[in-house]
């Protein structure tokens, strides 16, 4: 599933490409897509129409546009300021999805989901989604710390990279868990965009083992992972992400190559680069947790 980077990759290239254009048609073409939004297909298409797209935000592994309306498009400083009791298309990509920008006359993508054509007659916006796991839907969006999100995600964390994350108020509620350090990463409600590949990378920086209980954190260790996170996080976004195979691509359909520098997760059977271990495997959660058992012992108490 994309992560923060990815998804940040995402919205960077939907606010470049598609921000500040007004919703002239929408055309949902497998309505699991559009499950979320209650009232169906045809409200989903109809209430788009005329929508004037006035920013592209994230928090987490959430991405949504802000609307507008098409006579607001001359006025786009202010339709641009976040405002609770708004509306906004929410997207989460699931497993397999993607936000392209394509010409109109590119043919279509075998798994596209929805599309959104626009009143200057130029690229498409279009949700292609092979798995159907993710989704797009309309929202309210409520005031949450002093800014506006879309109501299904009032209760996400914060993540690293956004102003609102308090550092030292995740540390305190980490050490105050009675849980494993990795799934206290993996908690959106504590700390949000954090997914396998860089809750295992955050914690071989931080030379923490996955099962380490988070009671047993001392402030530095937990401040110090806290760091790791945002590093990996940074650099991992630096490269464009990650990708391990056509699913996670940018709009243009551009992969990520933060693949290269990862340096445990899926790497089970060779040599860590900072000790020469060899780097294992655990089965973590339904899933797998990668460590450098030379850089990450197994602690007492282990916290499976």
């Avoid at 607001?72 to 999805?97: D, F, I």
């Avoid at 009143?119 to 498409?124: A, F, L, N, Q, S």
């Avoid at 209980?213 to 530095?220: D, G, S, V």
Wanted: aromatic share 6%.
């Amino acid at each position: 599933m994309p992560e923060l980077p990815e998804v940040e990759v995402i919205r960077r290239g939907v606010a470049a490409y598609a921000v500040e254009r007004t919703v002239v048609e929408t055309e949902v073409l497998h309505p699991r897509a559009v499950r979320k939004h209650g009232a169906g297909a045809g409200d989903f298409s109809t209430r788009l129409a005329g929508r004037h797209l006035t920013a592209a935000r994230r928090r987490g592994k959430y991405l949504w546009l802000e609307l507008g309306d098409a006579a607001q498009a001359a006025a786009s400083a202010v339709a641009a300021s976040p405002q609770a009791g708004g509306e906004a298309l929410l997207t989460h990509l699931g497993m397999s999805g993607q936000l392209r920008v394509q010409p109109a006359h590119v043919p279509d993508e075998k798994h596209l989901r929805v599309r959104l054509r626009f009143d200057d007659g130029g690229d498409e916006l279009r949700f292609v989604d092979q798995r159907t796991f993710g989704g797009l839907s309309l929202t309210a969006l409520v005031d949450v710390g002093g800014r506006a999100v879309p109501e299904p995600i009032a209760h996400i964390a914060p993540d690293p990279l956004e102003p609102a994350f308090d550092r030292e108020a995740v540390v305190e509620a980490m050490r105050a868990r009675r849980t494993g350090v990795k799934r206290a990463l993996l908690d959106q409600s504590l700390i949000s965009g954090i997914g396998n590949i860089y809750a295992d990378e955050a914690l071989w920086r931080a030379k923490l083992h996955w099962a380490r209980p988070t009671a047993t954190l001392t402030r530095p260790e937990a401040r110090g992972l806290l760091d790791a996170v945002a590093d990996v996080l940074g650099d991992a976004l630096q490269a464009g992400g990650t990708s391990f195979d056509a699913l996670y691509v940018n709009v243009n359909g551009e992969s990520g190559y933060f693949g290269r520098s990862l340096a445990v997760y899926g790497q089970s059977g060779r040599e860590c680069s900072a000790c020469g271990a060899t780097v294992r495997r655990d089965t973590f959660m339904n899933r797998s947790s990668y460590t450098c058992p030379g850089c990450q012992p197994v602690p007492r108490n282990a916290h499976w």
